[in-house]
Each structure stands twice: as structure tokens, then as C-alpha cells.
């Protein structure tokens, strides 16, 4: 399913995001479809960061996105380090007017809005050990099947 103006809310935004990080995150997530990855959003890792994005190809690649805002949301998170052990590639999507040199260079770059993206610098790769490959992508496909029951059934109440 594609986000559309009236899903996204349902299928991204849990109160916590602002209008400017759901529209990047609409967007960037459209450009890793067209890249051949499905996503997932808000997906609780092991070590109990929630990446903002998370996506897998049918190669097993595992890409994490983290949406930045502003630049205040840039400086006041710090965490973004964290989420490389779980990733192949990690990538920062931020808007357009976003100002990039601030990012670190060794990070590959999402520019998006909410119509899509575009990956302007790719993400130097890291691959993940089989084992933590294995927990990942088995955390991603039981997170998104419990999803698709919790739209399929509502009244289940459904939670991570």
C-alpha cells in the first residue's frame, strides 16, 4: 500500500512527529519504494532506538532513514550512530532547504517532500553479521505482518 494524504497518519504518524518529518518521511519513503525497498516506519530496534525508517530489498539489504526537520532536530538528536549496527546503509532524509553540510559526510542523504525523493549521496556500506541480519529482518517481517492484521482487524487492538 502507498501512502496517500488521508493513510498517512494511520500508517506513519504517532503523535509524535511534526508536519515537516511526516512529509519527509512520505517522501523518502516513496523513493526507497522506487529504489525496490519496502518500508517500515517507527520500528523499535533491539537496542530499544526506533528508526524513523527502516527498509529491506529482496537482496536483504537493510537501509535505516532518519528523518531530520530542522536543524534544531539535527542537533538535538545525537543518537543517529546507534542505528548503523543495523543497517547496511544508513541515510539521513531531510527537506530540500535542509542546509546538508552540516551532516556527516559518511552518511549517504535523502532529499524529500511529500510528492517523493530523491538519494542525492549514497551510504557508504556497512554489512550486517548474518546473526544480527537474521534478527532484523525478523523483527521487520513480525512488526509488519502484526501491522497488517491490526488494519485487517482494528478491534483486536493490536500493539508492538
Same mark, same amino acid.
Given at each position: 500500500?502507498?501512502?496517500?494524504?488521508?493513510?498517512?497518519?494511520?500508517? !506513519?504518524?504517532?503523535?509524535?512527529?511534526?508536519?515537516?518529518?511526516?512529509?519527509?518521511?512520505?517522501?523518502?519513503?516513496?523513493?526507497?519504494?522506487?529504489?525496490?525497498?519496502?518500508?517500515?516506519?517507527?520500528?523499535?530496534?533491539?537496542?530499544?532506538?526506533?528508526?524513523?525508517?527502516?527498509?529491506?530489498?529482496?537482496?536483504?539489504?537493510?537501509?535505516?532513514?532518519? !528523518?531530520?526537520?530542522? $536543524?534544531?532536530?539535527?542537533?538535538?538528536?545525537?543518537?543517529?550512530?546507534?542505528?548503523?549496527?543495523?543497517?547496511?546503509?544508513?541515510?539521513?532524509?531531510?527537506?530540500?532547504?535542509?542546509?546538508?553540510?552540516?551532516?556527516?559526510?559518511?552518511?549517504?542523504?535523502?532529499?524529500?517532500?511529500?510528492?517523493?525523493?530523491?538519494?542525492?549521496?549514497?551510504?557508504?556500506?556497512?554489512? $550486517?553479521?548474518?546473526?544480527? @541480519?537474521?534478527?532484523?529482518?525478523? @523483527?521487520?517481517?513480525?512488526?509488519?505482518?502484526?501491522?497488517?492484521?491490526?488494519?485487517?482487524?482494528?478491534?483486536?487492538?493490536? @500493539?508492538?
Amino acid at each position: 500500500m502507498i501512502d496517500t494524504p488521508d493513510s498517512i497518519a494511520t500508517l !506513519v504518524d504517532d503523535g509524535r512527529q511534526s508536519e515537516a518529518a511526516l512529509a519527509i518521511a512520505r517522501g523518502a519513503s516513496r523513493c526507497l519504494l522506487a529504489h525496490g525497498f519496502a518500508r517500515l516506519t517507527e520500528l523499535t530496534l533491539a537496542n530499544g532506538r526506533r528508526a524513523d525508517l527502516i527498509a529491506l530489498n529482496n537482496k536483504g539489504v537493510i537501509i535505516i532513514a532518519e !528523518v531530520k526537520s530542522s $536543524l534544531a532536530d539535527f542537533r538535538a538528536d545525537q543518537k543517529w550512530p546507534e542505528y548503523r549496527d543495523y543497517c547496511d546503509r544508513f541515510y539521513f532524509a531531510v527537506a530540500p532547504d535542509f542546509p546538508v553540510d552540516v551532516l556527516p559526510p559518511d552518511t549517504g542523504l535523502i532529499l524529500a517532500d511529500r510528492y517523493g525523493g530523491e538519494i542525492v549521496r549514497a551510504a557508504p556500506e556497512h554489512k $550486517l553479521a548474518g546473526a544480527r @541480519r537474521k534478527e532484523v529482518t525478523q @523483527r521487520f517481517a513480525r512488526i509488519a505482518a502484526l501491522r497488517l492484521q491490526g488494519i485487517a482487524d482494528p478491534e483486536l487492538g493490536l @500493539r508492538e
